[in-house]
């Protein structure tokens, strides 16, 4: 099972990456349309910059629609390898895959990839943003059997509890949608530039991209969601768990301080985002930082700091 787990993960990422070249090919022979200004800025909200006539994705005709139904199709073999991928490592394992910072990063990007599934089945309109997030999948999961590949073992001790279940679960689902958040996010803020008049990279990627508020609205719904999520895993069951194995509910391990450092930043995001007088670009790149500080929680405290989390 584990020799065939890790033929599946090559699979996984090799069918996100072809479906990443089509979702690409769809964005090169999108077409575009315009509404007006006024349109624009009921779209996006307080705080977004707009000039007169703004590119909004429609879409694609001819190849481009064609190309963009295929990357669905190969977006969805892909979550199927995935998902085969993660339970046939558990099988392995005999325990939920989620022991350590590979099988972290391989379930994490399922729920990332399934969550993307759902919107884009709900919305095709954003198929447009199937390029970026494909291509996180291929970073991350190439990260993971690259940098964090672990063989098939059983948990070390201090996981083994009802905790475990609880906490790692929530911590994984969280970092999933989080993931997924920063990519409308970072598309936002290249779209408002795009829209404001800026034409060097990155913002030349906003030409063919939906409307920027529909973008915002997105981040912002599935940071909503995540953030109870995250909070319940990292400041509730997390020190819980802490207690029970360590005898104290908080001990400034560099994965604990890392992870408050996250909770705060998202939290300082949600109440940026729900203040009348902070710009929605405000708002957004705090987000960004968030995502950031995820990232360094879990490539940087995992590879280059010691604690009693160094088992991830």
């Known amino acids: 099972m584990a020799e065939l787990s890790n033929q599946l993960m090559a699979l996984t990422v090799l069918a996100y990456l072809t479906a990443m070249v089509c979702y690409a090919g769809e964005y090169a022979f999108g077409k575009r349309s315009h509404i007006g200004r006024a349109a624009s800025r009921q779209l996006v909200g307080a705080g977004a910059s707009v000039p007169d006539e703004v590119p909004v994705a ?32 558990g099988i392995a394992a005999e325990r ?33 943003l199937g390029l970026f997030v494909s291509l996180i ?25 009802y905790w475990f279940v609880f906490h ?14 920063a990519v409308p996010a970072a598309m936002f803020l290249i779209k408002d530039g795009w829209d404001a008049g800026r034409r060097g990279f990155p913002y030349t990627l906003g030409r063919r991209v939906g409307d920027a508020g529909s973008l915002e609205r997105l981040t912002f ?8 999520l995250f909070t319940f895993g990292a400041l509730i069951a997390g ?20 992870a408050f450092i996250s909770w705060i930043v998202y ?5 940026a985002r729900a203040t009348p007088s902070v710009k929605r670009t405000t708002a957004t ?20 700091f010691e604690g009693l989390h160094s088992y991830a």
């Open 137 to 161: 999948l291929v970073v991350l999961l190439g990260a993971a059997a690259l940098v964090a590949y672990t063989p098939v073992g059983p948990l070390v001790p201090a996981l083994n509890s």
């Open 239 to 258: 020190p819980l768990w802490a207690e029970a194995s360590w005898g104290r509910y908080w001990g400034w391990d560099p994965k604990e301080v890392w």
């Open 96 to 128: 939920m895959p989620w022991g350590n910072m590979y099988e972290y990063i391989l379930s994490a990007t399922l729920v990332g990839a399934a969550v993307w599934t759902g919107v884009l089945l709900r919305k095709p309109a954003v198929r447009h």
């Open 285 to 304: 790149w705090i987000a960004i930082i968030g995502f950031v500080t995820m990232l360094m929680n879990l490539f940087g405290v995992n590879l280059f």
């Open 267 to 271: 939290a300082a995001y949600l109440h």
């Open 221 to 228: 719904r599935l940071h909503a969601f995540a953030f109870p």
């Open 58 to 89: 429609e879409p694609a005709a001819g190849k481009g629609e064609l190309v963009g139904r295929v990357a669905v199709v190969l977006n969805l073999i892909g979550l199927a390898l995935h998902l085969a991928t993660t339970a046939t490592r």
């Open 168 to 181: 790692v679960s929530t911590i994984i689902i969280s970092s999933g949608i989080f993931l997924l958040g």
